[in-house]
């Protein structure tokens, strides 16, 4: 584009725009507040990577203007008034965003333009914008990258808004946020402190001819995050009928730029703009225009780009009145500006208590205290870097929190039902499977049972109850090992066996020919109906985009079935299967103290049974004798006291190769069903 097709972006604003301007307008005094002077909604000519949609800001002001309280978005339909902007106040994640490819988002604290300066966001990240346009942007609308870069991210409106996430590019393939519709959209600015009822205006674009996505909160009353209980009502926006659109949509190779800094005969007093003005009733078809795209230019000063806190979890995920509730979160620094601090922050009533979280690099952890049962907590997270300002989880903090409710803590005495595992499925990379059988007669809640096969050197699924568990500490997530727990509200019925897939139900479909009851994570570009199993930390069970599934070792290894309710001191062995010759993969926690409380004796390490055959693909360890064998019933680390580690495997259980002994799918089957070992291959 040429300098005289554009809004000057240095110096003094000019009265009169260059007369190669065809539509031109007579230019007024200049505007007094921000404005959006260039939209790209089309992408360039021969760019098939989505990456060209950008959005430009000037601040048409004589003084520097604070970016920190002004927010950006395409949400808006009137089929749906709820997901209109100016409903953000009401909290709920309301205002739109974070579907259909819709978008609410503002800037990072510490934001600043000075006057006359524009600064240029990235609709699609700034990866794909710098293959665009050959530079990088001021802002992206999200991290497009493995790792953060120095270009910062605007912030969630509110949690989930903009739909591609929080950072990290590896997460979603295909952005659900950041699609202009390029035939009919609405793009707002506007202001909100995130106190008042209401939101002020900043500036105002539609273009197309669709009314549904055009704003009209005339008399529209909405009672906010403030004190007072009262709502707060609109003054006049302009008819959605009688708004004057944009209606020439630009090609490829195009875009819509302002060329009139006054916004023309837009109404100056008696609306809803943070000076008053009726944003709603600009006359775009004057004011804008549609010109050549010769790449967007900046002369404003992003702010540097913030630490983002893109994950944190609770654990025990079940909080109890007798244990403390510590709250780790990851956290991603961009190039050059590492987490400093990051902070914890939780409350009961009205007043926030703050606590610095300990860690580095992508891990901090910071406890909440044992709180009475029934007590509801809220919590968020922040973290700051050596510049910028801080970022928030969940986006929009305080307004929007996380919580939990304090449980009492069941009897530590308990003794939970006598699960068993009944095959192992450990060739194939995308057959590997963990049966898990229930030969009580009651239904079993799964929500505190726990799987592994993380045993080593120093890890133990054992010190889970002593807080802050790493993969360090009780294992999983390094080394292909895994530490996955049941979800919530799981259950499994008298006689039923279930199957859990490590290399997800999509690849375990393919192998088998039928689907999974529940997968490590999940596997395909989309849910399906497969549940997945929670984390036993964050991170815990391996495999993602850029590292290697949870696998079983099929020359010598152990998976561990075990159970914790969040309370007791110590873990519950459920059972565990051992096979190969390898002594380094086999439990021994005789004497082991975790708060205070002390493990049973386990069999020695050297005296367990060892479990020597192997099986062949579509064949599987399976287990002969519900009945545990020689097992001993008393004086161990077991339900009502069995030690799981004196089984004799080699006696009760088989491999069968040449046949599958698949007994999932909630089949309902007991242990003995045509259980015979298979033949021998061949």
Known sequence: MTSQSRIPRRGAWIAIVAATVACAATVHAAADHLLISEVLVKERPGVTSY?????????????????????????????????????????????????????????????????????????????????????????????????????????????????????NGSTNAVPTSGWLDDVSETLVMYQWDGASDLVADLDYLTWGTSTSLRI?????????????????????????????????????????????????????????GLTGHDETSENLTATWNVAADQDPTSTGTASPATPLVTAAETSPATPYDTLPVTVTATVLSPTGNAASSVSLNWRTDAGWTTVAAAGAGNAWTAQIPALPSGTVVQWYVTAAGLAGGPSALPHGAPLYVRAYTVQQAPDPGDSPPHLLLTEVCVQGSDHEFIEIYNPTDEVVELENYYVTDAIYTTQGYWLLPAGNPTSGTI???????????????????????????????????TAWGSAPDFEIREDGASADAAPNMREGFPGSPQGDETS?????????????????????????????????SSTSARVDKTGVSVNGSTYAADTPVGSQDQFMLTHDILGSFQRLDPGEGTETETGGNGPLGHNETSENVSGTWNAADGAQRLRGGRTGRHLGDARAPAPAAG
């Open 51 to 167: 990456g060209s949609e950008y959005v430009e800001i000037t601040n048409a002001g004589a003084a520097a203007a604070s970016l920190a309280q002004v927010y950006l978005t395409d949400a808006g339909n009137s089929l749906n008034a709820t997901t209109f902007y100016y409903n953000i106040v009401t909290g709920g994640g309301a205002g739109g965003g974070g579907s259909s490819g819709d978008f609410h988002a503002r800037f990072p604290v510490g934001s600043t333009l000075a006057p006359g300066a524009s600064v240029v966001v990235a609709l699609r990240g700034s990866t794909a914008f710098q293959t665009s346009h050959g530079r990088l942007p001021d802002y992206e609308l999200f991290e497009d990258g493995i790792a953060p870069d120095a270009v910062p991210e605007l912030v969630e409106a509110f949690p989930g808004s903009i739909g591609f996430g929080l950072g």
């Open 216 to 272: 009209n909160k005339t008399g529209v009353t909405v009672d906010g995050p403030d004190a007072d209980s009262v709502a707060s009502a609109y003054l006049a926006d302009t008819a959605a009928g009688s708004q004057q659109a944009i209606t020439t949509i630009h090609v490829y190779g195009d875009c819509f730029q302002r060329f009139s800094t006054d916004e023309g005969t837009e109404a100056a007093t008696g609306g809803n």
């Open 475 to 509: 294992g999983g997530g390094t080394f292909t090992d895994f530490q996955a727990r049941f979800p919530a509200g799981a259950t499994i019925e008298p006689g039923e066996a279930l199957t859990l897939s490590l290399a997800g139900s999509d690849k375990f479909q």
């Open 548 to 580: 290697a599934w949870a696998t079983l070792t099929n020359t010598a290894e152990i998976v561990v079935l075990y159970y914790w309710n969040g309370a007791s001191n110590l873990v519950t062995d459920i059972d565990m299967f051992m096979w190969g």
